[in-house]
């Protein structure tokens, strides 16, 4: 989500392809939320309990522990745990840069899109974006807060090889691109024009679509703020530095508070590192103290 000439972005194509090579791309069969839902119940088999349709405002409504993870980025933890971490600590989690922001549409078709290359009628996941020249053009824009005139599209069609995704005989597919920070403009135009480019006829499969701007996505989910799905930044800047320079970014100089979140090192992706590590930064504490 970077300008294509900035420094570390080529680190993600190679960190995916590692974890390409590594164990595949996996699909979670009946949809992600299956994730959350075994991740739930294993917590629940542990005597774990989950509360949920509540907004948190203060630490102060939270029940004691020996430890409090945020999987927030640095703005809602500053505002949520405030007043027990030190002002040095809440100025540096003020100066956290947040990055640009997506629109996403969610798609309901009478069957699977008609890719001209059929190779990508054998991958989860397509990245649409014509030429090179065209890739950088559309990631530069962006970053000016434009809206590229033919944006970097990421197809998802994951109900190609899991058929409990959709009825029989019908097929899902998300799609994304990026878009300037609090953006409002609608680009299904654009994008079904880079799809259409790319399969021929996909217009006429849509039986159905649910779309998101940029502003919509953040109050989908508070921690996207102005539609950042990455948890911020990630240049060179901080890339490393997440959310402050520190040798335990997870750590906070409160005791017993913690980040978890895109927000840290590696930051977004769907590895769950950030959450394993912050885990780990506790358990040591915890067992330090025992």
Request: aromatic residues 10%; hydrophobic residues 40%; neutral net charge.
């Amino acid at each position: 989500m970077l300008p294509l000439e900035s420094l570390t972005t080529a680190g993600f194509g190679l960190v995916m392809a590692l974890y390409a090579h590594l164990g595949s791309w996996p699909l979670a069969r009946g949809g992600s939320q299956c994730i959350t839902e075994a991740m739930a119940a294993y917590l629940r088999s542990l005597g774990g309990k989950i509360q949920t349709g509540w907004m948190v405002e203060s630490i102060d409504e939270l029940p004691p522990a020996r430890a409090i993870l945020f999987d927030t980025t640095p703005r809602q933890m500053a505002k949520i745990a405030g007043q027990r971490l030190p002002e040095g600590y809440r100025r540096q989690l003020g100066h956290f840069r947040y990055g640009q922001g997506v629109f996403k549409i969610d798609y309901a078709l009478s069957g699977p899109i008609p890719w001209i290359a059929k190779e990508c009628s054998r991958a989860a996941t397509v990245h649409l974006g014509g030429t090179l020249e065209e890739i950088q053009a559309s990631e530069r824009s962006v970053w000016r807060g434009e809206v590229a005139a033919r944006p970097f599209v990421l197809v998802a069609q994951q109900s190609l090889f899991d058929s409990t995704r959709a009825p029989a005989g019908k097929h899902t597919a998300w799609v994304y691109c990026h878009a300037p920070t609090n953006s409002t403009t609608d680009l299904t135009d654009r994008i079904e024009a880079q799809i259409e480019r790319f399969a021929p006829g996909f217009g006429e499969l849509v039986l159905a679509r649910a779309t998101h701007n940029s502003v919509e996505m953040e109050r989908y989910n508070p921690n996207y703020i102005g539609g950042d799905i990455n948890g911020g930044v990630q240049d060179i800047f901080q890339f490393f530095t997440r959310p402050t320079l520190s040798l335990n970014p997870y750590k906070t100089p409160a005791e017993g508070i913690y980040i978890c979140s895109s927000s840290t090192p590696p930051g977004g992706g769907v590895h769950g590192l950030c959450g394993y590590n912050a885990a780990m930064a506790a358990l040591k504490d915890l067992n330090a103290q025992a």
